[in-house]
């Protein structure tokens, strides 16, 4: 949707993503459980959608002031795509929590035999595989999640500015984090050079969307404190 309001608001605070990162501790410090289930509700695609949210209602706070009537093309241009981006985000998460199921379930096999360890290890490789998919994918969600709210900084509403500086927050932290779901099952993959190739690809992008990231919330935070 493209409301705005206050009761909207507290799906995106920045109080959620501290509590998804305290989540994913406790749940399995308490519990000793890596469930599915569990990791739907604390994907690092949440996190970007989050950021995408966040950009959106920068927009829909821009849209019909006089004060923006020049650039409210681009801001509505920008809100479609955030939205297509939440959508895209949404699939993310259930697509993480899939691929993240048959990597549990292949570490569970057994390796007493030379047979078994054998089947074990092509079972693993193929979930490593799934398993860098995903991220990687988020990687690429994230990257245009941080370039929308770098146009939404520069054309939205200087009223809701902050929120644009805290979407680049978001999606920056869901980039770096989906890097290290990446770095953790190209390290264990026999394939080194397809290893490598993959983390080659999240490294480009963190070099790429990182300092753009920082440069929002620079950016951001200067005319808060002018």
């Not at 932290?173 to 490598?196: E, F, G």
């Amino acid at each position: 949707v493209a409301d705005c309001n206050i009761a909207a608001r507290p799906p995106i605070s920045a109080a959620n993503a501290c509590a998804g990162g305290a989540a994913i501790g406790f749940h399995i410090c308490i519990t000793g459980d890596c469930n599915i289930a569990a990791r739907r509700t604390i994907s690092a695609a949440n996190a970007c959608a989050a950021g995408a949210a966040l950009g959106n209602m920068v927009g829909s706070l821009t849209v019909g002031k006089k004060k923006y009537a020049a650039v409210e093309a681009d801001i509505l241009i920008l809100n479609r795509r955030a939205a297509a981006l939440r959508k895209r985000l949404e699939g993310l998460v259930q697509a993480d929590a899939d691929a993240f199921a048959p990597l549990a379930a292949a570490y569970k096999l057994p390796k007493e035999t030379p047979e078994q360890q054998a089947h074990k290890a092509a079972v693993l490789e193929t979930a490593l595989e799934g398993a860098c998919a995903v991220p990687l994918e988020i990687m690429s969600a994230c990257c245009e999640g941080i370039a929308l709210a770098a146009e939404y900084a520069e054309k939205g509403s200087v009223l809701a500015v902050s929120d644009a500086g805290c979407a680049a927050l978001f999606c920056k932290a869901a980039l770096q984090a989906s890097a290290l779901n990446v770095a953790i099952n190209t390290k264990l993959m026999t394939d080194r050079a397809h290893a490598a190739a993959l983390d080659e690809k999240a490294a480009r992008m963190l070099a790429e969307y990182l300092p753009l990231a920082d440069e929002v919330y620079q950016s951001v935070a200067s005319r808060l404190r002018a």
